[in-house]
């Protein structure tokens, strides 16, 4: 069941998204209160309420939607 934006965001989804999000971080070398970094946070959390829910997809899905050196 895909989640909407009014759904709570619980533990499952942060123990996914959060490790993909520091990595792309790092690999970008992006500051996390940026506001590069809040937009990739959003697209993050929108991918996975749209059904993207493995750590690797997410990964593939933000590589392929945003390469190193896109700006937002």
Do not use: H
């Not at 895909?2 to 998204?17: N, Q, S, Y």
């Amino acid at each position: 069941m895909a989640r909407r934006r009014t759904d709570p965001i619980l533990p499952d989804l942060k123990t996914v998204i959060d490790p993909v999000f520091c990595e792309l971080l790092r690999s970008r070398q992006m500051v996390r209160s940026s506001d590069e970094a809040e937009m990739l946070a959003a697209r993050l959390l929108n991918l996975y309420q749209n059904g993207i829910r493995e750590s690797d997809d997410l990964r593939q899905m933000a590589e392929f939607l945003w390469p190193r050196g896109t700006t937002f």
